[in-house]
């Protein structure tokens, strides 16, 4: 006897399980390119105009321009998630802001206490900081639980981040050089271009560990998993901190790219049920009765 097919109720499957569409794939070239010219045309009527008015739009543009486009990248791949562009922005400016007030209130005391040790310091003040609006969005958001949405969070927080912190050496450059824009531009290119290999990575490995634990119900393998997750952010910080030479400096961000392509590669490849699928089994089954 054939029954009539029910229409089964699931949760339809996250956005990127069906598949991220080409905007969103390649929109980060639009940030990169429309920022950069944007910043073009602001930086060269600066230097014609030698209008003071320019300077906070010239260093804003030089800072955000990279992090913006390389958290774009990130958000164009093929991943599992359920956060939404809101909370990703949101995660960027309160993780800027939050991340660098903390970490400076707290930073002068342990360069001056630790002595040779302070560079460690340093970077586990920082990194710890980092990490404050995405425990906040993990215990706020509980829905957003997953490795993927860890990743995304964790980057758009070391965007913020590095953004901010870009700036503060800027307009620093800006003031010792007795208002050098070549100087400055020197800065804002440098600290920007690396920003991707530096904060963005350290924090996106360590928040995509946590959220996997958090997943996991904090399973034992999971939370060693974050700690060692942090523990790399934390070493491959000092050590950037500590370089020398330009050499070292490559070493470093070539590891923390490395880190992050990997936290990429396993989040995209985590299985997940189909609920779609589920939802066609169940009602060929009733028909063929």
């Known amino acids: 006897m054939t029954y009539p097919a029910r229409r089964a109720s699931y949760p339809p499957p996250p956005l990127a399980a069906r598949g991220p569409s080409a905007l969103r794939r390649h929109g980060w070239l639009a940030v990169l390119v429309v920022g950069t010219a944007l910043f073009s045309a602001v930086e060269r009527t600066l230097v014609a105009t030698d209008n003071p008015h320019l300077v906070p739009t010239a ?9 913006a486009a390389f958290l774009a990248f990130v958000y164009g791949r093929r991943l599992v998630y359920r956060v939404s562009p809101v909370v990703i922005a949101g995660s960027a400016l309160l993780g800027g802001v939050v991340g660098t007030v903390t970490a400076g209130a707290l930073e002068f005391d342990a360069q001056r206490d630790l002595g040779v040790l302070s560079m460690a310091g340093v970077g586990l003040i920082e990194e710890g900081s980092k990490l404050l609006v995405p425990l906040a969005v993990l215990v706020l958001f509980p829905r957003y639980r997953t490795r993927a949405d860890g990743l995304l969070i964790g980057v758009a927080a070391g965007a913020g981040f590095a953004a901010l912190e870009t700036m503060g050496y800027a307009f620093t450059t800006l003031l010792q050089s007795k208002g050098s824009v ?21 924090t996106g490995i360590a928040v995509a560990a946590l959220y996997a634990a958090a997943e996991s119900g904090w399973a034992v393998r999971r939370a060693a998993g974050f700690l060692g997750a942090a523990a790399l952010a934390v070493t491959l910080h000092a050590l950037w901190d500590s370089r020398t030479t330009m050499a070292g400096t490559a070493v470093v961000a070539v590891v923390g790219l490395a880190a992050l392509g990997w936290a990429v590669h396993r989040t995209a490849h985590v299985r997940r049920p189909v609920h779609h699928a589920a939802h066609y089994t169940l009602r060929y089954s009733r028909t063929a009765r």
């Not at 260093?59 to 992090?67: R, T």
């Not at 070549?182 to 350290?202: E, K, Q």
């Open 59 to 67: 260093i804003l543009l030089g800072a955000a321009i990279v992090p």
């Open 182 to 202: 070549t100087a400055t531009v020197d800065v804002l290119l440098l600290r920007g271009l690396m920003s991707p290999a530096g904060h963005m990575a350290w």
